[in-house]
């Protein structure tokens, strides 16, 4: 599994929306951030696992009008979309996008390029796309951004690594945004998958505001009235734009490097039934519906741990995250391959802290919700 590219998602999506997430023209939208920007996210909700999704929105890309849904992913870099759901089927084809005998195919603002790359997720699967480039409107009229022209991946193949079977995207979902970042843009073409970074590191952010953005307590979501993953109900959960005052509260955690790159991922110690694994590596996965994986170096433990196992993680700065494994929200296995040493925390972290990643500083911010 690639680390920075690769985790654990099971994609969602319908074409029902609410009125909240209309249509509105591109002029409509922020094109630079000078003050943080809200927008809204719809979280959905499997009710018979618990597994819970958040959803943003995309209303263009290019000149071409469209109502997308995409998974709001904090495990992963990058915009992917399934090209079937953004261009014609006569022009996706097995072997990639048909651009014919041009250096490139120019559809309604979009450029679609020759250049192939490949994306992994959960270790499983693999997605092939074209990297194509446009302009794309995030978010509905409450709130929503204009990106400068970037670069994504258009996904034309997918296959199961193990099994070399097709693997859609996903049947009722329009793609990934991963809302890590690595690394600096790419000036100029981009070539690798790893310069495909976040679609939010390509707006365009005012003076005394950081790139970067704030996710609210999922606390905030009346999660009983949540009764399938179709995500109709819109929450202002997103904040793009980071000020001195948005950082308040948070305790910082400087990202793990390797290479020169920045990986999302947080250091500090796990411990369960009296063990402790130290040093352990987390990665905060919003786009992981439960659960969780923990990496356990002894090869001797592994698999699925028992119902009511406590779980700890504190960060080296200080941060204290527990919960108790179970059957299905909370669904934890220990797993011991080197090549997975770092340890999933998926979405039901987000329901107890708001969570920073600021692309300025590289930093990660947590901050608990207060209890009661």
Not at 92 to 113: F, Y
Not at 248 to 264: A, K
Not at 275 to 288: A, E
């Amino acid at each position: 599994m690639n680390r920075l590219f690769g985790v654990i998602v099971f994609l969602c999506f319908t074409n029902a929306g609410s009125v909240a997430f209309g249509f509105a023209e591109p002029k409509d939208s922020v094109e630079s951030i000078v003050s943080p920007v809200r927008i809204n996210l719809m979280p959905g909700q499997n009710m018979k696992t618990l597994g819970r999704r958040l959803y943003l929105p995309i209303r263009y890309i290019g000149t071409d009008r469209v109502k997308l849904k995409v998974v709001f992913d904090t495990g992963s870099q990058g915009l992917i979309l399934d090209a079937k759901r953004l261009l014609p089927a006569s022009l996706v084809a097995d072997t990639g996008i048909v651009i014919g005998d041009k250096d490139s195919l120019e559809l309604n603002g979009i450029t679609v390029t020759r250049t192939k790359t490949k994306s992994r997720y959960g270790g499983t699967r693999s997605y092939y796309g074209n990297i194509a480039y446009a302009s794309i409107v995030i978010g509905d009229k409450m709130g929503q951004v204009r990106t400068k022209r970037m670069p994504f991946i258009l996904v034309y193949n997918g296959v199961y690594d193990l099994t070399g079977k097709p693997a859609q995207v996903d049947q009722h979902c329009d793609g990934i945004a991963g809302v890590s970042s690595g690394g600096e843009m790419k000036a100029g073409p981009v070539l690798k998958r790893e310069n495909v970074v976040s679609p939010f590191n390509y707006l365009s952010y005012g003076n005394r505001i950081e790139a970067g953005f704030i996710l609210a307590p999922l606390d905030q979501v009346k999660w009983e009235r949540v009764s399938s993953m179709e995500g109709t109900s819109a929450v202002p959960l997103l904040t793009l734009g980071i000020t001195e005052q948005e950082k308040e509260g948070f305790v910082l955690h400087p990202q793990q490097t390797l290479n020169g790159r920045f990986y999302p991922y947080v250091k500090g110690i796990i411990s369960y039934s009296g063990l402790v694994i130290s040093p352990s590596y987390v990665l905060f996965d919003s786009g992981n519906p439960a659960g969780g994986v923990i990496y356990e170096p002894d090869n001797n433990k592994k698999g699925k741990m028992n119902a009511g196992v406590g779980i700890r993680f504190v960060s080296d700065k200080g941060t204290i995250y527990d919960y108790a494994s179970n059957n299905s929200n909370y669904k934890t296995t220990l797993d011991s391959r080197k090549s997975k040493s770092v340890s999933i925390i998926g979405i039901n972290f987000f329901l107890e802290n708001s969570f920073m990643l600021n692309y300025a500083s590289h930093t990660i911010g947590i901050k608990p919700v207060p209890s009661l």
